[in-house]
């Protein structure tokens, strides 16, 4: 899944580089990015708790979520906050497919 998601963020950050420079295109990689490293994040909090029972499975499930949502948050906010030339399309379009990318593995079996 991480491979669909970084492939997406390279290619919105060509288009972006070819249509806004290259603020367009590290734009477009830091919207990439965020997403990521947030599911890097969900990934590393769900194994540090696994669940022995469904109850507890569930509850490390909503722990990793809101760890997620935090360094989606905080990410965006250290990006929208720090890098000044930002180009916010290619920011948030390389974000948004990396959501619904991730959202859409759910439905992909290997």
């Keep these: 899944m991480l491979v669909w998601q970084?492939?997406?963020?390279?290619?919105?950050?060509?288009?972006?580089?070819l249509s806004a420079g290259i603020h367009g295109a590290l734009s477009a990689v830091l919207g990439g990015v965020i997403n990521l490293a947030a599911g890097v994040v969900y990934a590393f909090v769900l194994v540090l708790?696994?669940?022995?029972?469904?109850?507890?499975?569930v509850l490390a499930m909503f722990r990793a979520e809101a760890a997620k949502i935090l360094v989606i948050v905080g990410q965006l906010w250290l990006v929208?906050?720090?890098?000044?030339?930002?180009?916010?399309?290619?920011?948030?379009?390389?974000?948004?497919?990396?959501?619904?990318?991730?959202?859409v593995a759910l439905f992909v079996r290997d």
């Design 6 to 17: 970084a492939v997406a963020t390279l290619v919105i950050a060509a288009i972006a580089g």
């Design 49 to 57: 708790a696994p669940g022995k029972t469904a109850g507890a499975t």
């Design 80 to 103: 929208l906050a720090t890098y000044r030339e930002a180009v916010l399309p290619a920011l948030l379009a390389a974000f948004v497919v990396t959501v619904l990318l991730f959202r």
